[in-house]
């Protein structure tokens, strides 16, 4: 089921497998028998009859004995971090059993069990509904996760429950999938069984624009494969300069850590601007849906801005799946989870994946450093610092919560203050040891062990400080302790900056990063508009909407408040270079901004104090010290046959 495909002359093997589609859903709905799995399997076809419905209709057949039956429908899904899994769109369901209707009742506590009791006469449960494909699904392509169309038997850990998965798709799509295909015929594809955590674990994408890249390094037996789905041919296009830095992205990765744990890997890329966006990590595969859209990998701006996307989720296979906090592992996807160690399953990743970003050429080192000064900035004007401790946003993750009055409430910023606190880490080793040892030392010992294996292992809080004490002596408990439960100066916020021997500063001029996310955004905490939360203290769209203001700050002061909409400054109408021709000139004028703005229909005017120019972050050389980050950035030796 390969094909090969002429890609960028002999730069790259092209690998697809054709696919198919029902003819309607009634011809589908016909269709769930099993495709040659286990006897005891679930087996579960889900088909897209028309795409440009956008609606995915569901078939499943349930083993059960006579008797009362409870079933689960995916509640905690792995890397969401919270019980959101999607059961309110779940449409139609019906079930059936010995070729008559069964009775069921959605549980009253807990809207994610169903409830029914199976005939006497019966050996199986006929299971069928419909759910909305909505922001993953387009007309010409699709993003399918298994835990949205699938219900699984209440009791029994999901590692034991097997799945027959069968997908069906139009005929002239293409997919992949870290699942392994069994059959195939004119788009209908049944998938190897698998356990149900397996199963979740093993998205699959498809389109009628599709291209996959081999990104194996030389002499390797373990495939790595770039697979992508776009909204048209031309989203597709990969420069030869974007598929070496790829490539070496795996091999970075492999002189990391030394090992690897995964079959094969399939990077699943959607490049659209009709889906939404984000990336969740897994096994053997990541799922990410490029904030660049269409024109990720063909706009520059849009390239550096998705850049750390596929890193970051690739250093979750080692840092999430493979090794994973305690608390986040459970039996199934019903019970709880316990998220505290998410400043480790999260922005240890973030820290390692943008310095694989680096190391692999698909960022530039000045990008790097542009990026960490944004965020370092962000962080020191997250005045909620001053009540609300890191650890804090670990216990209560909101990934949907709005954007107004982030800076005081705080967010999830276990991810970017958490890339702060582990390049402290690093930097420490570095400094303590004599520059002999670095964090790559603690990832290879760490995340390094039974090479080949996907078999989850867990850790606990002191395990991680342990396991930092066998690289570099030193109290890491009483670090750590303190950086994740102590608020406001009483963090080294910026320590791990200083100590590589850089200092973060504010410049009058933009780096290419926050020009290009002002321009363009990336999501929650990093988006389109203009930030000038470092001058005035409010975060604005482009059309003047206030979306956010620093917490007694200059603008706080004066009355501002989010969702408020700047009208004037100074008598001139608002636009982003006005409000910056008025903040240069109330540096040299010393006279308070007049600010117009338009609150619930209500036009007022402000005045707001402030006459420290424009303040943009940057990070410069701190002279004397050694350039530690110089280190951190530079390419690993990478050995063959990986």
């Known amino acids: 089921m390969k094909r090969l495909t002429r ?66 429908y995916p509640k905690w899904i792995p890397g969401d971090h919270s019980p959101d899994g999607t059961v309110e769109e779940v449409m139609g369901l019906q079930f059936a059993a010995a070729g008559r209707s069964v009775a069921w009742q959605r549980d009253e506590l807990d809207r994610f069990v169903f409830h029914l009791t199976v005939p006497q ?50 005929a002239d799509w293409q997919y992949a999938s870290a699942l392994e295909t069994a059959t195939y015929d004119r788009g209908r594809i049944a998938f190897k069984p698998v356990p149900f955590n397996t199963l979740v674990d093993s998205p699959v994408i498809a389109g009628k624009h599709f291209r996959t890249i081999d990104l194996t390094p030389a002499g390797s037996s373990v495939h790595r494969y770039l697979d992508m789905a776009g909204d048209g041919s031309a989203a597709i296009v990969i420069s030869n300069s974007q598929v070496v830095g790829y490539r070496n992205l795996v091999e970075q990765a492999q002189a990391l850590f030394h090992a690897h744990h995964y079959d094969s890997y399939h ?39 998705d850049g750390s996307l596929l890193p970051h989720e690739y250093a979750h296979s080692w840092n999430g799946k493979f090794m994973r906090p305690a608390g986040l592992w459970q039996p199934d996807f019903e019970q709880p989870q316990y998220t505290k160690l998410l400043w480790v399953y999260e922005g240890l990743t973030v820290y390692l994946g943008d310095v694989l970003t680096a190391r692999s050429g698909l960022w530039s080192p000045d990008t790097w450093r542009e990026v960490l000064a944004y965020r370092a900035a962000s962080m020191a004007y997250r005045t909620g610092r001053a009540w609300r401790p890191l650890i804090d946003t670990t216990t209560a993750v909101n990934y949907g919560a709005p954007n107004a009055w982030i800076n005081w409430r705080r967010e999830n910023d276990f991810y970017p203050e958490g890339e702060l606190l582990w390049l402290a880490v690093d930097a420490k080793i570095r400094d303590l040891s004599n520059d002999k040892r670095s964090i790559d030392d603690f990832a290879q010992n760490f995340f390094g062990v039974d090479d080949g294996s996907f078999v989850t292992h867990t850790y606990t809080f002191d395990d991680i400080a342990a396991a930092l004490g066998k690289v570099q002596p030193y109290d890491w408990q009483g670090f ?55 001058t005035i203290g409010v975060f604005l769209k482009n059309d003047g909407k206030v979306v956010d203001v620093l917490w007694n700050g200059p603008a706080f002061k004066g009355g501002l408040a989010p969702g408020m909409k700047l009208v004037s400054i100074n008598g001139r109408p608002f636009a982003s270079s006005v409000l910056r021709e008025e903040i240069v000139g109330a540096q040299k004028t010393k006279k308070a901004l007049q600010l117009r703005v338009e609150n619930d229909g209500v036009k007022t005017l402000h005045a ?28 690993k030796p990478v050995a063959k046959g990986l």
């Open 608 to 635: 707001v104090h402030y006459d420290g120019g424009l303040r943009y972050p940057n990070l410069v050389r701190a002279p004397g010290k050694i350039d530690y980050l110089q280190q951190i950035l530079a390419p």
């Open 480 to 534: 750590l302790n303190d950086w994740v439960n102590e608020i406001g100066e009483q963090v080294p916020l910026l320590s791990g900056i200083e100590a590589s021997g850089w200092r973060l500063v504010y410049t009058d001029k933009p780096s290419g990063y926050q020009k290009a996310l002002e321009n363009i955004g990336m999501g929650e905490l990093e988006g389109k508009g203009i930030n000038a939360m470092f």
């Open 267 to 305: 990077f699943l890329l959607i490049l659209s601007d009709h889906t939404s966006v984000g990336g969740l990590e897994h096994h053997q595969s990541s799922d990410d849906r490029a904030r660049g859209g269409s024109k990720m990998l063909v706009d520059a701006g849009h390239f550096m801005l």
């Open 121 to 170: 006469d019966a050996h199986e449960v006929d299971i069928r509904f419909q759910f909305p494909g909505g922001s993953r699904v387009t007309p010409k392509l699709m993003d399918l996760t298994w835990d949205q169309v699938a219900l699984y038997r209440a009791g029994d850990p999901t590692k034991t429950q097997m799945f027959q998965p069968t997908l069906v798709i139009p």
């Open 7 to 72: 890609l960028l002359g002999a730069a790259a093997l092209v690998v697809s497998v054709p696919c198919v589609i029902a003819a309607n859903a009634g011809e589908l709905n016909k269709a769930g028998t099993n495709d040659g799995g286990p006897a005891d399997a679930i087996t579960l076809t889900v088909g897209l009859p028309d795409p440009g419905q956008k609606l995915l209709y569901v078939h499943e057949v349930i083993p059960a004995k006579p008797g009362p039956l409870t079933l689960y």
